[in-house]
Nanobody, 124 residues
Framework: VQMVESGGGLVQAGASLRLSCVVS????????MAWFRQTPGKEREFVAGRTVSSANIRYADSVKGRFTFSRDNAKNTMYLQMNSLKPEDTALYYC??????????????????WGQGTQVTVSS
């Protein structure tokens, strides 16, 4: 399974970006999926995701109301629409797939496959 992210960049505070993650080698619809992010010296943190069986999407409190997670099964692609970006959103963003259950959705260990990361930098 390969996962390739794109869409990161350098933007000013208040701007929007849409991250994409194309999955090849397997069918996205068979997995739970999530976006994580990481800054230097900190642990990788959960941003948004869903289990394979649930239509409910969970968001980190820090991004609720600004970020939207979605997927397109036909394109085997997942997305993260990021609006009203803040400097504290600056991080390397990763997509991930696995088979988390609801209680383990935010845990990195629940995911088998990861993208290489795409950098998002938000200037003030």
């Amino acid at each position: 399974v390969q996962m390739v992210e794109s869409g990161g960049g350098l933007v000013q505070a208040g701007a929007s970006l849409r991250l994409s993650c194309v999955v090849s080698g397997s069918t996205l619809s068979g997995y739970g999926m999530a976006w994580f992010r990481q800054t230097p010296g900190k642990e990788r943190e959960f941003v948004a995701g869903r289990t394979v069986s649930s239509a409910n999407i969970r968001y980190a409190d820090s991004v609720k109301g600004r970020f939207t997670f979605s997927r397109d099964n036909a394109k085997n692609t997942m997305y993260l629409q990021m609006n009203s970006l803040k400097p504290e959103d600056t991080a390397l963003y990763y997509c991930a797939i696995g088979r988390p259950i609801a209680s383990s959705l935010t845990s990195r260990s629940s995911y088998y496959y990861w993208g290489q990361g795409t950098q998002v930098t938000v200037s003030s």
